[in-house]
C-alpha cells in the first residue's frame, strides 16, 4: 500500500512501517545484538515495536529510527532489542542436559569443591532465570553443601529485565511445575507477599546464582574459567558469522575439560569444533 506521502508500507496499522524502516531496524538489532532479522518477521517487528512508538509518543517508525539510531539513542535501542528477542524459557527445559550435568558431570566437580577446589558454571543467555536456577537445583542435587564451597554459577542476559526478574526469583507455581516436584519443594518457598500462587528461590538457591546483563557479543569482563557452559537457544537467532564468533569466544573461557551445553536445533560451527568434542546429544567437551 502508498501512503499519502508516497511511501509504501510493509505492514498496514497505526504507523507507516517502510521497508526502509525495517531495514534500518534489523541493521540496528544486528550491530547491537548479533541477531539476524529477515523481512518475513516484519508483521512481528511492527507489532513489537509499535508498543514502543505509543510510549514514546511518536508518529511514524521513521521518527523511531531517527531516535535509536542518534547519540541519544542508547536507552531505546536497549528497550527495542528487549522488545524484539524472544525470552522463551522453561525449568529444565531439554532435561537430558540437566541428567547429563547431575550424571557425568557433577560428580568429578563435586569431589573437587568438596577438596577446596573452585567450580564455577554460566548460564549464557539466562532469560528470567529459570535455566540457573535449574542449573543450581542440579548442582545441589549432588552437592548439597555448594553454596557453602566455592561453587558458583554466573547467569548473564541482554535484558535487563530479564536479569531483573532473575534476581527476584519469583515465579508462579504453574511455571515451577516444569521442575521435578523434590527439588522444587526442597528449594522453593511460598511467597504469599508476591501472590497466593507465588513461589520463591530461598537463600541456598539464591547465594548460588550471581545475575549480571551481559551481551553476548559485547565485551565479557569475566576472567576466571568455567567447567560448565549453557547457552543455549541463543545463537540460533544469530546469523552463521556470529555463532561462529561466539563459539570461538567461549573456547578460551573453558576449564580443561569443560562441558558446553547448547540448543536442540544449534550446532557447533567453524573451526570452534575442531576443540569440542560431542559427549551427547547437543553437549559438547574441550578437548586438551
Ligand atoms: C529463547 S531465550 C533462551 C533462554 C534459555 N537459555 C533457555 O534455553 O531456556 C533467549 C535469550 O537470549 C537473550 N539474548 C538475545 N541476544 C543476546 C545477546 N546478544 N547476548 C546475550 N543474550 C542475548 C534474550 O534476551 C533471551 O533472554
Known amino acids: 500500500m502508498t501512503t499519502a506521502t508516497g511511501r509504501d508500507t510493509l505492514v498496514e496499522g497505526e504507523f507507516v512501517f517502510t521497508a526502509e524502516d525495517f531495514r534500518h531496524i534489523a541493521h540496528i538489532l544486528h550491530t547491537h545484538a548479533g541477531i539476524a532479522l529477515n523481512q518475513s518477521k516484519a508483521a512481528l517487528v511492527y507489532s513489537r515495536l509499535a508498543k514502543r512508538l505509543r510510549v514514546?509518543?511518536?508518529?511514524?517508525?521513521?521518527?523511531?529510527?531517527?531516535?535509536?539510531?542518534?547519540?541519544?539513542?542508547?536507552?531505546?535501542?536497549?528497550?527495542?532489542?528487549?522488545?524484539?528477542?524472544?525470552?522463551?524459557?522453561?525449568?529444565?527445559?531439554?532435561?537430558?542436559?540437566?541428567?547429563?550435568?547431575?550424571?557425568?558431570?557433577?560428580?568429578?566437580?563435586?569431589?573437587?569443591?568438596?577438596?577446596?577446589?573452585?567450580?564455577r558454571l554460566w548460564s549464557a543467555a539466562c532469560s528470567n532465570g529459570q535455566e540457573p536456577y535449574s542449573m543450581a537445583m542440579t548442582v545441589l542435587s549432588v552437592l548439597p553443601e555448594a553454596a557453602d564451597l566455592d561453587v558458583r554459577i554466573l547467569a548473564t542476559d541482554i535484558d535487563p529485565n530479564m536479569v531483573a526478574q532473575g534476581i527476584t526469583g519469583v515465579y508462579s507455581e504453574e511455571t515451577l511445575e516444569a521442575a521435578p516436584a523434590l527439588l522444587r519443594h526442597r528449594w522453593f518457598d511460598k511467597a504469599p507477599a508476591h501472590g497466593p500462587d507465588r513461589l520463591s528461590a530461598n537463600d541456598t538457591l539464591r547465594r548460588l546464582v550471581s545475575f549480571k546483563e551481559l551481551n553476548l557479543i559485547g565485551d565479557w569482563p569475566m576472567r576466571g574459567k568455567f567447567d560448565v557452559i549453557f547457552c543455549r537457544n541463543v545463537v540460533i537467532y544469530f546469523d552463521d558469522a556470529t555463532q561462529e564468533k561466539v563459539w570461538n569466544r567461549f573456547l578460551p573461557t573453558m576449564a580443561a575439560d569443560a562441558t558446553l551445553y547448547i540448543g536442540h536445533s544449534e550446532r557447533v560451527s567453524g573451526s570452534a569444533t575442531a576443540r569440542l568434542t560431542p559427549s551427547g546429544l547437543t553437549t559438547y567437551r574441550l578437548a586438551a
Open 56 to 119: 514514546l509518543g511518536l508518529r511514524s517508525f521513521r521518527d523511531y529510527c531517527a531516535l535509536v539510531q542518534g547519540v541519544d539513542g542508547v536507552d531505546e535501542r536497549q528497550a527495542m532489542t528487549a522488545a524484539l528477542t524472544t525470552n522463551v524459557t522453561r525449568f529444565f527445559r531439554e532435561p537430558h542436559h540437566f541428567d547429563h550435568l547431575r550424571d557425568v558431570v557433577m560428580p568429578g566437580l563435586a569431589e573437587r569443591a568438596r577438596a577446596g577446589g573452585r567450580v
